[in-house]
């Protein structure tokens, strides 16, 4: 048997509801010999008889009632399938992941992700943290629709949707020594005391490397975890210091007064930036793109900031 032309399965149902050629023809708008032609052209098909002529009509065959829970088989699938497809556009079903660094967890969760979720509760929306160097290939690959990475390096198969300036800072307690000192700070100048950082792979611990070999120092860090948590944590009980690449991941802390951002001094600490990608060329749902646009136009890592795209 040949693959079967859905085409001519609409002629062939009309011909089994009116049980004759000319009945389907009527019922069809077309002329006898089109209908004729085309149930001969299925039954060659199938390699089989779908009706027996008679004077009075057709009658249908065993292999026509077969062919027609096919058929209607077919019609269940296509209306299940289109029924799939206006849930998609109206955001009542599909699935979207973002990326992003772990600093911007809370924040986009609280002003983007948790407000989405509750207008459109039957999307499930998966939020994960990654290192920069994941979170960007998770993105060309296509297993995550957006990435929000700081100071990822730039890709060919990447598209910035948009950026935003967030400079690195030493992040201590309130009353830390270091904050009597005026002026911003040098690497050196923090050697005494406890480091925390990000492990190697996350976008502000690679700008750390960039500046240790821009200023001969090295660091020696007393904690290592990829929770900003953690490090805040460690800040707050010790006079530790730690390294802060935005801060939203801090800003409840910095507010309260609990701990503070010093500026520090290299020029390269100015440069790092925010960005917000997805693969080049991807065509997204409706509801990646909705919240595309949602972090891009509303999260406040980018709101009021010039953006560069």
């Known amino acids: 048997m040949r693959e079967i032309n859905q085409k001519r399965l609409k002629y062939f149902h009309e011909v089994l509801v009116h049980r004759s050629i000319r009945g389907a023809a009527e019922a069809l708008n077309t002329a006898p010999s089109v209908i004729t032609r085309q149930v001969a052209l299925l039954e060659e098909e199938m390699g089989l008889a779908l009706f027996e002529r008679r004077a009075r009509g057709v009658v249908p065959t065993d292999a026509a009632d077969h062919l027609l829970e096919y058929w209607r088989a077919c019609q269940a699938h296509q209306e299940q399938l289109a029924e799939r497809l206006r849930a998609i556009e109206s955001m009542d079903a599909g699935v979207v992941r973002i990326v992003v660094s772990e600093g911007f967890i809370d924040g986009l969760t609280e002003q983007i992700v948790a407000p989405f979720c509750e207008v459109h509760p039957k999307l499930s929306v998966t939020l994960d943290a990654l290192a920069v160097s994941e979170l960007n290939s998770a993105v060309i690959e296509d297993t995550a629709h957006i990435g929000l990475a700081y100071n990822p390096e730039p890709d060919p198969l990447l598209h910035f949707v948009t950026s935003a300036s967030a400079p690195v800072k030493l992040m201590v307690r309130a009353g830390h020594p270091l904050t009597r000192i005026a002026g911003p700070l040098h690497l050196r100048q923090i050697l005494d005391f406890p480091l925390a950082l990000m492990p190697p792979g996350y976008g502000v611990e690679r700008l750390v490397e960039m500046l240790e070999y821009a200023e001969h120092v090295k660091l020696q860090p007393s ?48 440069t790092a930036q925010v960005r917000l990608f997805v693969r080049q060329g991807r065509p997204l749902s409706v509801a990646a793109n909705r919240l595309l646009t949602e972090i891009e136009k509303n999260f406040s890592v980018f709101r009021n900031q010039p953006a560069n795209t």
Not at 224 to 250: E, P, Q, W, Y
């Open 223 to 270: 904690l290592r975890s990829n929770s900003v948590m953690a490090l805040k944590r460690f800040v707050r009980s010790t006079n530790g210091v730690t390294f802060i690449g935005a801060g939203l991941a801090a800003a409840a802390e910095i507010e309260a007064g609990q701990l503070i951002a010093l500026e520090l001094a290299h020029p390269l600490c100015q």
